[in-house]
């Protein structure tokens, strides 16, 4: 499976993305699909996890209210849309697929398929 991230860009404070995940060679369907993100000198840290039927939608604190992870299974797609960005949120995302069917982790050890990670630089 490959997994090819876009979207990421500069953008001032305030201002929107919207964030693709594309799978090919392989396929989404029945794997939870999460957002991560990694800033210079941090760990890298789940931003978003949809599950593997869409029922359930996580977001860590900091995102809550502000960004929205969709997923479209038709095209193997999953999407994150980041509203109200701040300069905190400056770092490169990175998609990925959970390891294991019809799971939830939040464990970034048990995403074995990544994305190749976009920027995102937030000025304020």
């Known amino acids: 499976v490959q997994l090819q991230a876009s979207g990421g860009g500069l953008v001032q404070a305030g201002g929107s993305l919207r964030l693709s995940c594309v799978a090919s060679?392989?396929?989404?369907?029945?794997?939870?699909v999460g957002w991560f993100r990694q800033a210079p000198g941090n760990e890298r840290e789940y931003v978003a996890i949809?599950?593997?039927?869409?029922?359930?939608?996580y977001y860590t604190s900091s995102v809550q209210g502000r960004f929205t992870i969709s997923r479209d299974n038709a095209k193997n797609t999953v999407y994150l849309q980041m509203n109200s960005l701040k300069p905190e949120d400056t770092a490169i995302y990175y998609c990925?697929?959970?390891?294991?069917?019809?799971?939830?982790?939040?464990?970034?050890?048990?995403?074995?398929?990544w994305g190749q990670g976009t920027l995102v630089t937030v000025s304020s």
């Open positions: 949809i599950t593997w039927n869409a029922g359930r939608i």
């Open positions: 990925a697929r959970d390891a294991a069917r019809w799971r939830t982790s939040f464990r970034r050890y048990e995403y074995d398929y």
């Open positions: 060679e392989g396929t989404f369907t029945n794997y939870a």
